[in-house]
């Protein structure tokens, strides 16, 4: 996401490490926010490259049989993570009073909207309800709270803000954000090339996940096009050589 990418690229390094401090500022006006901005978040982790056989635009020699492509992904998690316990107080005796944890990680969601600088922490309030603990950059807990109902049949979203101010103990108690590469992920993408027949070519795509094969895909083009396949969100270009082999290049690849 360009936002997170973004704050990770100018945030200080000890502030990626989760080793510094924070500045506090509470103060994170959530009443000028229209609804979409005090509601419409989601996790959603990083994913990098572990390693692939090709680079974007640079040919290289395949034989019929081989593997055109190999390519794996890992994944980032990102979280917000107490330095110390926090007792999260609205002060009002119908508000739910929240707990976190010192070194818990914390799964911190992003606004679909990258210019609300603000993450959210989401906690359960019970009934089908979410309570959305507002974080801002420096990494303090907001001073009020919302809460967001999922649509049910014939129901709308109800989302709204919670009554009262909330204050956090100890006052200056700061959240740290942490990117974590996940060792559990994998996910990896292998295509083959063959030939079939004089004047046809076929490409089967594998997807792997923790690796276990998980989808196969395969299509067939006509030889005269190889200089221009699109196939599943790559883009090739192949040429025959003399030798039977052929020059491949990668010439885009899906996000």
């Known amino acids: ?9 100018q945030a200080p390094a000890c502030l990626v490490l989760g080793t510094c401090a924070l500045a506090h500022a509470a103060d994170c006006n959530i009443e000028a926010l229209n609804n ?6 989601r996790y ?3 994913y990098f490259e572990v ?10 020699t395949l034989k019929p049989g081989g593997q055109l492509v190999y390519r794996k992904i890992g994944r980032k998690d990102l979280f917000l993570v107490p330095e110390t316990n926090i007792v999260y107080d609205p002060g ?11 070194g818990q990680k914390y799964p911190a969601e992003a606004n679909r909207d990258k210019r609300v600088p603000l993450y959210v922490i989401r906690q359960s309030g019970g009934q089908g309800n979410s309570q959305l603990l507002y974080v801002n950059q420096q990494g303090f807990l907001c001073e009020r709270v919302g809460s967001y109902s999922e ?3 014939d129901f709308r979203p109800i989302p709204t803000l919670v009554k009262g101010n909330y204050t956090s103990t100890p006052t200056e108690a700061h959240l740290l954000l942490q990117e974590e590469v996940d060792p559990k992920f994998s996910s990896a993408t292998a295509i083959t090339l063959e030939e079939e027949g004089a004047s046809m070519l ?9 690796g276990e094969l998980k989808r196969t895909v395969s299509k067939q083009f006509d030889r005269n096009a190889a200089d221009d396949l699109q196939f599943e969100g790559w883009h090739f270009a192949l040429h025959k050589q003399n030798d039977g082999s052929y020059r491949a290049t990668v010439v885009a690849q899906p996000e």
């Not at 390693?51 to 290289?60: D, M, S, V």
């Not at 076929?202 to 923790?210: D, E, H, I, R, V």
Request: positive net charge; proline residues 8%; glycine residues 6%.
């Open 151 to 153: 649509p049910s049949g």
């Open 36 to 41: 979409a901005q005090r509601y419409n978040y």
């Open 1 to 9: 996401m360009p936002f997170i990418k973004s704050f990770l690229k």
């Open 92 to 102: 009002w005796f119908l508000s739910i009073t929240f707990r976190l944890m010192a």
């Open 44 to 46: 959603t982790p990083t």
């Open 202 to 210: 076929k490409l089967t795509l594998n997807q792997f996940s923790a």
């Open 51 to 60: 390693g692939k056989n090709y680079e974007l635009g640079t040919p290289f």
